[in-house]
C-alpha cells in the first residue's frame, strides 16, 4: 500500500478540518432560536381569566397555544405555584405575560426555564427585596380609583361603584359588571410580599402603558419599566387595555414570542 504524500496529506487534513467544520455548524444552526408559539395568560387582582377572552381569540387565530392560569389570589406563593404548574406543562419554550398584579406574580414565576419572555400589561415589576405597594405607594392615585382598604379577613375588594370608571372605563357598563361579578377574592398580603428573584434581570421583558389607566398610575409603569429597560409600548386604554384593544396587545406579545432565542 502506498504511503499518502505530503500534498495528499494536505488534502485528507483539509477535507477533515471541512467537514468537522460543517459539522459544528450544522448544530450551530440546529440549536438556535427555537420557534416559540407557547403563551401563557396571568390575571391580576380584581378579575380572573374571563377577560382574557378577546386576547385569547387574537392570539389563537394566529397559530399560538394559549394558557389562561386562574390565579387564588391568596397569596404571591399560591398564584406563582399555579403558573409554575401551567409553565410545567407546556411542551416547549413560552411567553409569560402578566397584568396589574399578575406583573408580580410573573416577575417571580418567570424564573421558570420554560419561560423565553415577559409581558407586562399595564402591570407590576418589583425589584428583588420589593413589595408591590411600595411601588403603588410611589404616585398619588386617580380620583376614579377604587380600591378599598382590607376588610375584617384580609381581603381587598374595589368599590363597586367606581369599578366601571377606574377599572375598566373603556368597555361596556355590561361587560364592566360581569367583570366585578366574576372577580377573585384578593388577599392584600400579596402585596406587601416582596420579590425574591426578579426573572426580568434574565429574561427580555417587555411592558405596556395603560395611558388612561386609573388603577395603576401610567408613570408608575413607565418608571418600573425604564428601570428594568423594558422595551416599552404605549397603548391609549384604560386598566384593562387587554380587552378593549386585544390587537394592540397581542401584536406586544407576538413580538416578544418572535423575538425570543431559546436553546433547543
Not at 34 to 41: E, F, G, M, S
Not at 47 to 60: F, R, V
Not at 104 to 115: C, L, Q, W, Y
Not at 147 to 165: C, E, N, R, S, T
Amino acid at each position: 500500500m502506498k504511503t499518502p504524500t505530503l500534498k495528499n496529506r494536505i488534502k485528507i487534513g483539509l477535507l477533515s478540518l471541512a467537514l468537522t467544520f460543517a459539522a459544528v455548524l450544522g448544530f450551530t444552526i440546529s440549536s438556535q432560536a427555537q420557534a416559540v408559539k407557547n403563551v401563557v395568560l396571568v390575571h391580576g387582582a380584581f378579575a380572573d381569566g374571563s377577560g382574557y377572552k378577546a386576547l385569547y381569540n387574537e392570539l389563537t387565530k394566529k397559530g399560538y397555544n394559549v394558557t389562561v392560569v386562574q390565579n387564588p389570589l391568596s397569596s404571591l406563593e399560591d398564584d406563582v405555584k399555579a403558573v409554575t404548574i401551567a409553565l410545567d406543562k407546556q411542551d416547549g419554550p413560552a411567553v409569560l405575560v402578566g397584568h396589574s398584579w399578575g406583573g408580580t406574580v410573573i416577575t417571580e414565576a418567570g424564573n421558570n426555564p420554560k419561560v423565553a419572555a415577559l409581558v407586562y400589561i399595564a402591570a407590576l415589576q418589583p425589584d428583588k427585596g420589593e413589595t408591590s405597594v411600595q411601588w403603588l405607594q410611589t404616585a398619588p392615585p386617580a380620583p376614579e380609583n377604587g380600591v378599598l382598604a382590607p376588610d375584617d379577613k384580609g381581603i381587598v375588594y374595589y368599590d363597586k361603584a367606581k369599578f366601571h370608571a377606574g377599572f375598566c372605563a373603556d368597555i361596556s357598563k355590561e361587560d364592566a359588571d360581569f367583570m366585578y361579578a366574576s372577580q377573585g377574592a384578593f388577599y392584600a398580603k400579596g402585596f406587601g410580599t416582596p420579590i425574591t428573584n426578579a426573572a426580568w434581570k434574565t429574561k427580555p421583558a417587555y411592558g405596556i402603558v395603560a395611558t388612561e389607566d386609573k388603577s395603576i398610575n401610567p408613570d408608575i409603569e413607565r418608571a418600573m419599566y425604564k428601570r428594568s429597560n423594558t422595551i416599552i409600548t404605549e397603548i391609549k386604554g384604560s386598566h384593562v387595555v387587554f380587552i378593549s384593544q386585544p390587537k394592540a396587545v397581542a401584536a406586544v406579545i407576538i413580538k416578544a414570542a418572535e423575538n425570543a432565542s431559546v436553546k433547543k
